[in-house]
């Protein structure tokens, strides 16, 4: 099955400085990639996500990249904020198009916005 | 819209007991639901697939018989932990998929349910 490794585990960073996250994945009928954000007891809310034809996607602070051939993939987010301290998780999925693939998900990112 | 809601939101059940957990997508239909189980600082785990109107599908390592899944409705799966014991313990979440496609293959959450078992 699928394996989704996810680097590192926390990360500090100055307020206003970016952050980057990084995943990498095995199963290379992986085609769909989301990202989610988690903050303590509550749901996890999907901030952005890709697919294997495209390469990158932003959306304002936040963007993915995908390298299929080097089976990885990495969240950036810019100008950070204090409410961007979270737990931030990769995942992937086969996207057969039927939606019946469940995520697998990374171990998660305890993402720290130092004032 | 895409709303998940889950029931209950937390539950204490003495060691033994069953417990079930609903999961119902409240404004779209979804024929597959899905099964997370996340314990503290951990990552969410798939437990299993649920289909409406057939058998759930299963993770390896997840006991079917222990964890059973009733997918009912196009907007209802339950989750039943039989026989819970203390390392049940743990945050169960679902997530379902909009049948209309709207929005591709995204997910969407329900809040969770925090069992703890005495």
């Known amino acids: 099955g699928e394996n989704v490794e996810q680097h590192p585990s926390t990360l500090s960073v100055q307020e206003g400085d970016s952050a980057v996250i990084k995943c990498t994945y095995s199963d290379s009928a992986s085609n769909y990639f989301p990202w989610y954000k988690q903050e303590l007891g509550k749901r996890p809310q999907l901030i952005i996500d890709?697919?294997?034809?495209?390469g990158e996607k932003k959306d304002q602070r936040i963007a993915v990249t995908l390298n299929k051939t080097a089976k990885h993939f990495s969240l950036h987010i810019t100008e950070t904020q204090p409410e961007d301290s979270a737990v931030y998780f990769c995942?992937?999925?086969?996207?057969?198009?039927?939606?019946?693939?469940?995520?697998?998900f990374g171990k998660g990112t305890h993402l720290i916005i130092q004032p | 819209g895409a709303v998940v809601s889950q029931h209950p939101s937390w539950v204490i059940c003495k060691s033994g007991t069953s417990v079930k957990i609903e999961c119902r997508s409240l404004d779209f239909q979804a024929t597959t639901m899905f099964w997370y189980r996340q314990f503290p600082k951990q990552s969410l785990m798939l437990m299993a697939t649920s289909n409406e109107g057939s058998k759930a599908t299963y993770e390896q390592g997840v006991e079917k018989d222990k964890f059973l899944i009733n997918h009912a409705s196009l907007t209802l799966s339950t989750l039943t932990v039989t026989s819970a014991h203390p390392e049940d313990s743990s945050f169960y979440i679902c997530?379902?998929?909009?049948?209309?496609?709207?929005?591709?293959?995204?997910?969407?959450f329900g809040p969770g349910t925090r069992l703890t078992v005495l």
């Open positions: 890709i697919r294997s034809n495209v």
């Open positions: 995942a992937a999925s086969p996207d057969s198009g039927g939606g019946a693939d469940g995520l697998t």
């Open positions: 997530s379902a998929r909009d049948d209309s496609g709207r929005s591709y293959n995204e997910q969407f």
